[in-house]
């Protein structure tokens, strides 16, 4: 089993920035992927950005490259969303998920088993 705790959600103008963290505990990350999903009022949850664990390698969705940052802390078993340049439509609940690496990254849901209790973000005008 792997748990998440996700932190560092909150209000924000636009143009601002956030940091979201997500803590894992219960097993060795080595070979998971984490990612982050979104899920804004009355969409669905959408991918946002993952990192291999084992080497860092990051992946985003087409509407937060070059604003979102995904990163981790192998010493405190914690990956990191910073957000930049914050938009009203960025504005959601984010959630940090893990799943164990197949074949690639996954940028669906399904590809996640364990999935954190998610934290707000809102980006005002």
């Known amino acids: 089993q792997v748990q998440l705790v996700e932190s560092g959600g909150g209000l924000v103008q636009a143009g601002g920035s956030l940091r979201l963290s997500c803590a894992a505990s219960g097993r060795t990350f080595s070979s998971y992927v984490m990612g982050w999903f979104r899920q804004g009022p009355g969409k669905e949850r959408e991918f946002v950005a993952a990192?291999?664990?084992?080497?860092?390698?990051?992946y985003y969705a087409d509407s937060v490259k070059g604003r979102f940052t995904i990163s981790k802390d192998n010493a405190k078993n914690t990956g990191y969303l910073e957000m930049n340049s914050l938009k009203p439509e960025d504005t959601a609940v984010y959630y940090c998920?893990?799943?164990?690496?197949?074949?690639?990254?996954?940028?669906?849901?399904?590809?996640?088993?364990?999935w954190g209790q998610g934290t707000q973000v809102t980006v005002s005008s």
């Open positions: 990192i291999r664990w084992s080497n860092g390698s990051p």
């Open positions: 998920a893990a799943g164990i690496l197949i074949s690639r990254v996954s940028t669906t849901t399904g590809g996640y088993a364990y």
